[in-house]
C-alpha cells in the first residue's frame, strides 16, 4: 500500500487549503484513514480520522475548522482545512489502517500501518 500526499503550501492566516491522499496498491474500502501533523523535534499529532464506514473524529485544535472525508472510488481521502492558523503550520501525513481491524478511526499513530512521504504545510503573513 502506498499513499501518496499532496496539496500543501504556504498560506496566510485565514485562508484554505485542501490536503489530497491517493492510496494506491490497495483499496482503501474498510480502512480507516487518518491525517496527523508533526513538528520538528515533536511527536506526531493526531489530527482527523475517517472511518471505513465513514464515522469521523477530529483533534481538539482542529474541531469546526478541519474536515476530513473519503472517496472510496478514487482511493483517496482528503482534508479541507478552512481559517488556517499559524499554529497548523507543520508536515502533515496520512496514514492507513489494515481492512476491518479497528471500528474507528484510532488517534494513536502506532495503529496505522501505512503512511504517505508528507506534505508541508506553512500559515504565516
Known amino acids: 500500500v502506498q499513499l501518496q500526499a499532496s496539496g500543501g503550501g504556504l498560506v496566510q492566516p485565514g485562508d484554505s487549503l485542501r490536503l489530497s491522499c491517493v492510496v494506491s496498491g490497495r483499496t482503501i474500502s474498510g480502512r480507516n484513514m487518518a491525517w496527523f501533523r508533526q513538528l520538528p523535534a515533536e511527536e506526531r499529532e493526531f489530527v482527523a480520522g475517517?472511518?471505513?464506514?465513514?464515522?469521523?473524529r477530529y483533534g481538539d485544535s482542529v474541531k469546526g475548522r478541519f474536515t476530513i472525508s473519503r472517496d472510496n472510488g478514487k482511493n483517496t481521502v482528503y482534508l479541507q482545512m478552512n481559517s488556517l492558523r499559524p499554529e497548523d503550520t507543520a508536515v502533515y501525513y496520512c496514514?492507513?489502517?489494515?481492512?476491518?481491524?479497528?471500528?474507528?478511526?484510532?488517534?494513536?499513530?502506532?495503529?496505522?500501518?501505512?503512511w504517505g512521504q508528507g506534505t508541508q504545510v506553512t500559515v504565516s503573513s
Open positions: 475517517v472511518g471505513w464506514e465513514r464515522s469521523t
Open positions: 496514514a492507513a489502517d489494515d481492512p476491518y481491524t479497528h471500528t474507528r478511526a484510532s488517534t494513536s499513530d502506532y495503529i496505522y500501518r501505512y
